[in-house]
């Protein structure tokens, strides 16, 4: 069937349309038209405005890059803001202590997107210096010039030592320094060179406080899921694999009822005085088990202070409190030990930089656990832990969830007054709160469980050699032990 004489110069005509209106286009493309304005002899005038793409650095990062800088990964900045805990006590301390900021400058470490800093220059600081060595500093300038503080927020790239900033002393320090475990991956070493560097003789540094603790835990389950599962794996013996496992502490949130024992304070730091000595520390525990049960380890967790707000402001990472990224440290024995109520346990426990010149993230746990008369004590563990990055685990994705049936306890609660008393009553205890899924178990843990709340300044052992219970003092013996004499029991 032919075609009707005129289809082809139709069809010619409709591809010189085309071609015609690519032109066109081409011509005006990036171009944005503006009809509003006029000449004088009446005719519109064309303003043109050339479109370009800004590429940021956090932009060109590979899957390899974000290896290297989990700090400007959209998860971590997520999973990061979404504790709750962590981010509402800061802006408690910055926005209900504004008297502080106000006209003053400001010096925010390890800054993320900027969080902290927007809060500071909402409470009317003239100057707010955000330093962080990640990429994630490419969003906290778009964040800070959205929210119209590109005035107020100066954002650096680079390590604190490398920064020269434009004045020379700031006001305040503020800091999100804390790690796991207090220390493991902390940026306290950045805060206290800070300090000596740019702080003012009066200044100020939010948080300034903080103390570590450690409790001893029953979690049978979690040990066999991670650490004897090694023993045998699909029929195959992968004992050297439980080794390793044994040695890598695990961060996961306690529950109550896993507690065996009451806390004991093992290390404090005061940022206003601490050394990069102080980093590191050799402390002794004692451990009164309230319960009966079987030991499976350790958990340490950390309170932080603010003892510069008028009103006194903390929060914990204890198993009483709401959860936080920093969850609980728990270290893991080679073989659990059967626990009587009321039967103390007491050691040591230091925790240190494997390198030299102090390196944060690499560091090791060493610990003793000893029983019997003081007088003659008898080494039945000695055990280390290396601590080194790694993934995050997975339960650290989810701790919200776990927060609708925990109620936060704070460190400081009530009003100014109330604090001052209870700093002042060193014997004084709380009830912990606990779950509330069911008031009969809140009930039965209220009555098992009660955590003393140690005010800054009260109750810390000093790392010392020796310990001392009652009138008997013996030696802090690392790798001492008589093996001949006392057999190794786990």
Request: proline share 3%; charged share 25%; with cysteine.
């Amino acid at each position: 069937m032919s075609s009707p004489p005129n289809a082809s110069k139709h069809k010619k005509g409709k591809i010189a349309q085309c071609k015609k209106k690519n032109k066109k286009m081409e011509k005006y493309k990036a171009k944005e038209i503006d009809d509003t304005d006029a000449n004088d002899s009446g005719h519109d005038t064309v303003s043109t405005t050339i479109t370009t793409i800004n590429t940021s650095p956090v932009d060109m990062m590979t899957s390899k890059d974000f290896q290297f800088d989990v700090a400007a990964h959209i998860e971590m900045i997520h999973q990061q803001l979404k504790d709750t805990v962590r981010v509402q006590k800061f802006k408690e301390a910055i926005l209900y202590n504004k008297h502080l900021f106000k006209n003053k400058s400001v010096l925010h470490l390890n800054c993320g997107v900027g969080i902290f800093s927007l809060f500071a220059a909402k409470a009317g600081a003239s100057k707010v210096y955000a330093i962080d060595r990640s990429n994630v500093i490419c969003y906290a300038r778009q964040i800070v010039a959205a929210n119209g503080y590109g005035n107020v927020i100066e954002v650096f790239k680079g390590n604190i030592e490398d920064i020269d900033l434009p004045e020379k002393e700031v006001d305040i320090i503020l800091c999100d320094w804390m790690g796991y475990a207090l220390l493991f991956q902390s940026t306290c070493d950045a805060v206290i060179y800070a300090r000596d560097k740019w702080l003012k003789a009066n200044g100020l540094i939010f948080p300034d406080q903080a103390k570590l603790f450690m409790v001893a835990v029953e979690d049978q389950k979690h040990k066999n899921e991670n650490i004897e599962w090694w023993n045998g794996v699909y029929g195959f013996n992968m004992k050297c694999l439980r080794n390793v496992a044994l040695k890598e502490p695990r961060y996961k949130l306690i529950k109550v009822e896993q507690i065996l024992s009451k806390q004991c304070p093992i290390n404090a730091i005061d940022l206003y005085s601490a050394t990069k000595d102080d980093l590191k520390f050799r402390s002794k525990y004692m451990l009164p088990m309230q319960r009966a049960g079987q030991l499976d380890g350790f958990a340490l967790y950390f309170h932080v202070y603010f003892t510069k707000s008028h009103t006194p402001l903390g929060f914990s990472t204890d198993p009483w409190s709401a959860g936080t990224n920093w969850m609980q440290t728990l270290l893991f024995l080679d073989k659990s030990v059967g626990v009587k109520a009321n039967s103390v346990y007491y050691g040591g426990i230091e925790m240190l930089s494997q390198k030299t010149p102090l390196d944060l993230n690499d560091m090791v746990i060493n610990l003793e656990l000893l029983t019997g008369d003081p007088s003659f004590p008898e080494v039945d563990i000695e055990m280390s832990w290396n601590l080194r990055p790694a993934v995050m685990p997975v339960e650290s994705l989810h701790f919200n969830d776990n927060n609708d049936i925990r109620k936060e306890t704070d460190i400081f609660n009530g009003d100014q007054s109330s604090a001052v008393q209870k700093i002042s009553n060193r014997d004084s205890q709380i009830t912990v709160k606990s779950f509330k899924a069911s008031e009969a178990r809140v009930k039965s843990q209220k009555q098992k469980f009660i955590a003393t709340k140690i005010m800054p300044n009260e109750g810390i052992f000093l790392a010392s050699q020796t310990f001392t219970i009652g009138e008997n003092i013996y030696v802090c013996r690392k790798n001492r032990r008589n093996k001949n004499k006392h057999n190794k029991k786990g």
